[in-house]
């Protein structure tokens, strides 16, 4: 049985996430404040966190920052704020995904059943490359280089460019990378999320210095990857 960590200092919230997670068959414990969040890691890390960004005295953006120093494990935030800066923030922080609220708690535990799956799933081959003449992608080490620089990019960007440069100049839709990359499927699925990845993902590249290569959005349709059409694209 997954435990999950719900972190929320409302206990309104607490209470009915707890009752529709506990249905699914996860064991919940609660915590009301961040440092009782990270004193329950400590002592027994979860399987995933739910993590509620606007709490009094240390916020979830800190208790992200503090938990990814010391552990790898799956963080979605819960946020009333519905703006671009929340998501991009706690994207960069390491969160996995993110929710704002009010939501459907059926949507909750489609998320957390969604991105548990992910987790659970094994490595793709070792050793696999992939490269253009700028970019250079590492699936073993998930490393990306950029005209011989490395970039740090968090696991879900490195997800969607290996999808994108691996089908390169297939157009995706937000929804079939939603799909692929975290697993979500139907109504669940937030194409906010994938714009704030791909956002980040295409100004890392191009302050990186590579001027032939990016993430092209295809109005109407979603995303692809393009490389100058001189240009060679070899995955080995």
């Known amino acids: 049985m997954s435990e999950i960590l719900l972190v929320d200092d409302d206990p309104g ?12 068959g996860y064991e919940v414990k609660a915590a009301a404040s961040g440092p ?7 002592k027994r890390p979860p ?5 509620d960004i606007m709490m009094p005295g240390m916020d979830g953006y ?3 920052r503090l938990l990814r120093a010391n552990h790898d ?6 946020t009333c704020k519905d703006d671009d800066l929340d998501p991009i923030i706690g994207l960069e922080v390491g969160a996995d995904d993110y929710i704002t609220k009010p939501f459907n708690p059926r949507e909750v535990v489609a998320r957390v059943k969604a991105v548990l799956r992910r987790a659970s799933a094994p490595p793709g081959p070792s050793g696999k490359q992939l490269r253009t003449e700028c970019l250079e992608i ?5 490393e990306v280089w950029v005209c011989g620089k490395l970039v740090r990019v968090t696991p879900k960007e490195f997800d ?14 937000r929804e079939q990378i939603m799909q692929h990359v975290w697993g979500y499927e139907g109504e669940y699925y937030d194409a906010r999320t994938v714009d704030t990845h791909v956002k980040r993902l295409r100004k890392k590249i191009a302050q990186a ?6 993430i092209e959005a295809v109005w109407g349709t979603g995303y692809r990857f393009i490389v100058d059409p001189q240009r060679d694209f070899t995955a080995q």
């Open 13 to 24: 919230v607490r209470e009915i996430l707890e009752m529709y997670l506990e249905r699914e």
């Open 73 to 78: 494990l799956p963080i979605i935030f819960l």
């Open 36 to 42: 009782e969040a990270l004193e329950a890691v400590s």
């Open 47 to 51: 399987a995933l966190v739910l993590l």
């Open 160 to 173: 969607i460019l290996w999808l994108l440069v691996s089908h390169s100049r297939v157009v995706f839709s």
């Open 62 to 64: 800190e208790v992200c």
């Open 209 to 214: 210095g590579c001027k032939i290569c990016t």
């Open 138 to 142: 590492f699936q073993d080490t998930r």
